[in-house]
T-cell receptor, first 115, second 113 residues
Framework: AQSVTQLDSHVSVSEGTPVLLRCNYS??????LFWYVQHPNKGLQLLLK??????LVKGINGFEAEFKKSETSFHLTKPSAHMSDAAEYFC?????????????FGRGTSLIVHP | DSGVTQTPKHLITATGQRVTLRCSPR?????VYWYQQSLDQGLQFLIQ???????AKGNILERFSAQQFPDLHSELNLSSLELGDSALYFC????????????FGPGTRLTVL
């Protein structure tokens, strides 16, 4: 069975400082991993995905994530936060089951950016 | 704009009623996924259809059902509604089924009174 744990329900940073959103996962197979962002009253948008290619994955808006199999982690980072980054972030693990990837979402991390 | 449309945006109904939520996937996408997002349960995968056939089932209640039509749009039917069914219901679509990026619609907010 697969699971995702987002270690922080809220992360608060100042504009211009680095962002770190932590995600640990468990999976029986070789998973695909995703980060999605949800702005208030909007649907989810894909930030980046890992599918067993390079372990450092670059996404949109300056975000990147590193897949560390030994630590079963897929943390999301950004060097410098912008006010527009304030949103809910979801880590997702997707494991093959009967020919289809079943996604499991973390509970989400709310990123708060202070001016 | 993801290219996925959902109707209606808001739905208010009473306990015991039945509602239908509609989703049109992005042009060219064959897979449709349904999710429920609530404060206490978070984002839960309900069901997936691929090219008209059910492909995967998640935490979907027996009171809920879905289908995907030949034109690839999908409907989620919720019956015998309970207060706890109040949530945001998202539809997403993707090209295939294996590790593809999912594109999410704006959601339907269901309120059961």
């Amino acid at each position: 069975a697969q699971s995702v744990t987002q270690l922080d329900s809220h992360v608060s940073v100042s504009e211009g400082t680095p962002v770190l959103l932590r995600c640990n996962y468990s999976s029986s197979y070789s998973p695909s991993l995703f980060w999605y962002v949800q702005h208030p009253n909007k649907g989810l948008q894909l930030l980046l995905k890992y599918t067993s290619a390079a372990t450092l994955v670059k996404g949109i808006n300056g975000f990147e994530a590193e897949f560390k199999k030994s630590e079963t982690s897929f943390h999301l980072t950004k060097p410098s936060a912008h006010m527009s980054d304030a949103a809910e972030y979801f880590c997702v693990v997707s494991d093959v089951l009967a020919g289809s990837y079943i996604p499991t979402f973390g509970r989400g991390t709310s990123l708060i950016v202070h001016p | 704009d993801s290219g996925v449309t959902q109707t209606p945006k808001h739905l208010i109904t009473a306990t015991g009623q039945r509602v239908t939520l509609r989703c049109s996937p992005r042009s060219g996408d064959l897979s449709v996924y349904w999710y429920q997002q609530s404060l206490d349960q978070g984002l839960q995968f309900l069901i997936q259809y691929y090219n008209g056939e059910e492909r995967a089932k998640g935490n979907i209640l027996e009171r809920f059902s879905a289908q995907q039509f030949p034109d690839l749009h999908s409907e989620l039917n919720l019956s015998s509604l309970e207060l706890g069914d109040s949530a945001l219901y998202f539809c997403a679509s993707s090209v295939g089924t294996i590790g593809n990026e999912q594109f999410f619609g704006p959601g339907t907010r269901l309120t059961v009174l």
